[in-house]
């Protein structure tokens, strides 16, 4: 229980409070102790990937033995990951091959992993016609739901509701060309709404965050909040 809590805690407080006070000492001393932390943090999040890419994997191979709906998409997962890997280390493997057969690599190969490959490398162009469609089409469905949850809060059943309805029309009507031609008033009005109103609440909602992470991070170093050893408490 001392090693799985009491450590923990002990290695949060001690990195918190001194990370935190590095910033009021303007002294080389604490700019070489975080770039040793810094590099420690990129360590660390090289493990957390690894942890993660055996979470994806399990949670996948689970869904495959038992069947469950879906379950065929688990293997697309399974074939994306190993094709995809295989062609961004290809130009390693055939580094490695070349050297073994003392041989050259052939750069117009449209599988090689070279920019200089006047057909590109397969592995961009996996990147570029497979993921962003991938990512596209996921934000193009997204677009329904963020039009169908519009229309439900620009209903006009309050003043506030009102009153956002009437900046909504007004930013969409000056973002397009016919908003200029109306009236030049209707493009200032617009800046004027997006500079002057909704920065402030743009303001006032990152200050609420600052100050929610500033208590959730003392919260932390202090040992108050636990959650992040798990298990409970």
């Known amino acids: 229980m001392f090693v799985k809590r009491t450590i923990p805690l002990i290695i949060a407080f001690i990195l918190g409070i001194t990370l935190a006070l590095r910033y009021y000492i303007p002294h080389q001393i604490g700019e070489d102790y975080l ?3 810094s590099k420690w943090a990129r360590i660390i999040g090289g493990f957390a990937i690894v942890l993660g890419l055996y979470s994806l994997f399990h949670l996948h191979l689970a869904k495959i033995k038992r069947k469950m ?6 293997i697309i997962v399974f074939l994306g990951f190993a094709v995809t890997i295989f062609l961004g280390l290809i130009r390693e493997i055939e580094i490695f091959i ?4 003392g041989k050259s690599i052939d750069l117009s190969s ?3 992993s070279y920019e200089a490959s006047p057909f590109g490398s397969a592995y961009d162009w996996i990147y570029q016609y497979i993921f962003n469609a991938c990512g596209a089409t996921m934000f193009s469905i997204l677009a329904f739901f963020i039009a169908s949850a519009a229309y439900r809060t620009f209903r006009a059943r309050s003043r506030e509701a009102t009153i956002l309805l009437i900046a909504a029309i007004i930013i969409m009507v000056a973002r ?3 908003g200029g031609l109306i009236s030049s008033f209707i493009p200032e009005l617009a800046d004027w709404i997006m500079e002057v109103p909704n920065m402030a609440a743009k303001r006032g909602i990152l200050l609420g965050i600052c100050l929610g992470s500033i208590a959730t991070s003392l919260r932390v170093i202090f040992g108050i909040e636990r959650s992040y050893l798990g298990g409970g408490e």
Request: proline share 16%.
């Open 35 to 37: 770039t040793i932390w």
């Open 69 to 74: 709906p879906g379950w065929g998409y688990s």
């Open 98 to 101: 070349g050297i073994i057969l």
């Open 110 to 112: 449209p599988f090689a």
């Open 176 to 178: 397009v060309p016919i």
